[in-house]
């Protein structure tokens, strides 16, 4: 780890510009869909965290057998699985409201969404 | 086998099989009665691990009998043990009221469909505050606020949905901070389970890893709980969620968020790192200050009385914050009593508010918006639901006789023995605030007159008595604070002396 360069810690930079990528989508777009992806990249970037230090170059699964000294950490992979399916529902379900979001707005841009909720509020607040 | 050993898993088994028992039997009444029986049943359970922790202490419970820190621990201290008790009621008493007021909220073919995400919540819930292990919070984390955004969306008015896919976004980054944060740690330390983590991150405690996991999980449980600025998910996705679901949720999951970070900070990181080498008091100072006063000021110009109160919540969470951040213990005390004072008259109120619109819809129709046009001289039409409301109000406002007032008394105790004088003020003013904001209410309800003269119609018993049940619960522990005081005291000691 201590001589550096950027073969060393390729793993950490692809993992951080999926983070901050992701992360950016999420907030800089408008439109419905393009967050849920943004969201997405993001939480994979996480898998990516978790699963490359767990990797040992050369280190096989942990069983035990006179041939094998080196091995990988398994548990970040089982921890990993549980994410990706954490995070296929969450998406599964960002995707469903944005269906329903579109079917009763007509739209899955956030200004317009926001538009027509304020038309409704003003509505409201000139017949009180 | 003895079932009072297995007390903790069955904790979070029971209602968690009661969900897809009630997707698979694919009727509302049935589904109704399999998840309240597993609310009850977690509740039963609850209370005896309550019994339990007061004759031994800790309970640690092996999951598939694998020892710690491989195997995942269930670990049940006092504040873990409060928290359940917290929430296994609030759903026991939610439940049952919520089977008249989603009859006319949600069409009648996905109720099966309400009870079984009422049961998935419930579980995660229970399983984020009964768990050991921080990856196993994150999964019930997600499976509590997964079941959270569908509840949310069942709302009628088409904003839910809107409220809900926000409150999905800003949750699943927030959700996914942590688990960054967990990474980090598990990188440094090697273990997941939240004990064992704590006596090595001794080691590590500095180094900046640690630091960014500090970071990312505080920020991420933030989130969640709706610290001030980033509240902004709460309003929307309280006022336009099904009534039931607002009582359900005011009173439980940002509380429970609330102990993931009162969790993390005191027992894991410890406080010689968080209190003496961070400037974190200072900031979570001045960010609960913030809350107590602007979300509370927001909270009085607001015109439907779901926002108004989900707004309050916001400002309510800055008094639990503030007694975090004293490091005391009777700061810690203040924080943990008004967790679950603020809970339960929280959940008082959104259940009468329930009651209140479900008077208001014409006969057969759905529930109007509780716009303050609408509640003009409504205290002659429903005067216990009113009356109700004005009780749980005293309580927020923090008026002697109440839970509220408990809280506060205590908070104000932490500020003077922290010498921090000028917050006895700030604790003073901002419930001026609270003032402000239930008297919009009596004004409304008690003093201008009725658009017609309708005669006492009285929502119906088994909407009235629930919700009662939580007004009396408030005055209760207003009166006789042996037991919530009790208990957070006795949480706060525990928690103080094992992380300095």
Known sequence: ?128 | MNLVEHLPALQVVLPLLSAPLAVLLRHGGIAFAVVTAGAWAAFATAIGLWLQVGEVGVISYHIGSWAPPWGIEYRVDRLASFVLLLVAGTAAIVLPWSRASIEREIPRELHYLYYAMFGLCLAGLLGITITGDAFNIFVFLEISSLATYVLIALGRDRRALTAAYRYLIMGTIGATFYVIGVGFLYLMTGTLNLVDMAERLRDVESSRPVLVALAFITVGVSLKLALFPLHQWLPNAYTYAPSAVTAFLAATATKVSIYVLIRFWFSVFGETLIFERLPLPEILLLLSLAAMFAASFIAIFQDNLKRLFAYSSVGQIGYITLGMSFDSVSGLTAAIVHLFNHGIAKAAIFLLIGGLVLGLAKPGGAPPAPTFDRLAGLARRMPLTCFGIVIAGLSLIGVPGTAGFISKWYLILAAMEAGQFWLVGAILLSSLLAIAYVWRFVEVAYFRPAPEAAGRQEASLGLLLPAWLLVIATLWFGLDTSFSVGSAAEAARFLVKVGG
Do not use: C, W
């Open chain 1, 1 to 128: 780890m201590s001589s550096g360069g950027v073969l060393e810690h390729f793993t950490y930079i692809v993992t951080v510009f999926l983070m901050v990528a992701g992360l950016y989508v999420v907030i800089a777009r408008g439109n419905l869909i393009k967050k849920l992806v943004g969201l997405s990249v993001f939480q994979t970037s996480v898998y990516l965290l978790y699963i490359a230090p767990g990797k040992l170059i050369g280190g096989t699964a942990p069983i035990l057998s006179p041939h094998y000294t080196v091995y990988s950490n398994p548990l970040p992979h089982v921890l990993i699985l549980t994410a990706i399916v954490v995070g296929v529902a969450t998406l599964a379900l960002g995707l469903a409201l944005a269906v329903r979001i579109k079917e009763t707005y007509g739209s899955i841009e956030e200004d317009e969404i926001t538009a027509a909720d304020n038309a409704v509020q003003d509505a409201e607040d000139a017949r009180s």
